[in-house]
């Protein structure tokens, strides 16, 4: 299973970005499909994820303002992230959780800045 994260960038305070991952290869069934991030200096964290049901969870700092989202059809995910703040700077990983496996993307950087 290989992830692809796209649409990270440059961004102002209050800004908008929306982030896709694209999945290949061969995944079938139920699996969870999540974002997480990790800002220089510190612990990768979950950001938000998502069950093949649709049963969605979000780290505190980031409700009321971040959407999580999938595609099962076509294996992705995305995240809509809204009022965007200098503290959501970070590297966006996509991570898919399957048959025990933990894959990884290889990250999109995200920088909230005037």
């Known amino acids: 299973v290989q992830l692809v994260e796209s649409g990270g960038g440059l961004v102002q305070p209050g800004g908008s970005l929306r982030l896709s991952c694209a999945t290949s290869?061969?995944?079938?069934?139920?699996?969870?499909m999540g974002w997480y991030r990790q800002a220089p200096g510190k612990e990768r964290e979950l950001v938000a994820d998502?069950?093949?049901?649709?049963?969605?969870n979000y780290v505190d700092s980031v409700k009321g303002r971040f959407t999580i989202s999938r595609d099962n059809a076509k294996n992705a995910v995305y995240l809509q992230m809204n009022s965007l703040k200098p503290e959501d700077t970070a590297v966006y990983y996509c991570?898919?959780?399957?048959?025990?496996?933990?894959?990884w993307g290889q990250g999109t950087p995200v920088t909230v800045s005037s």
């Open positions: 290869g061969s995944i079938f069934g139920n699996y969870v």
């Open positions: 998502i069950t093949s049901s649709g049963t969605t």
């Open positions: 991570n898919v959780k399957y048959l025990m496996t933990s894959y």
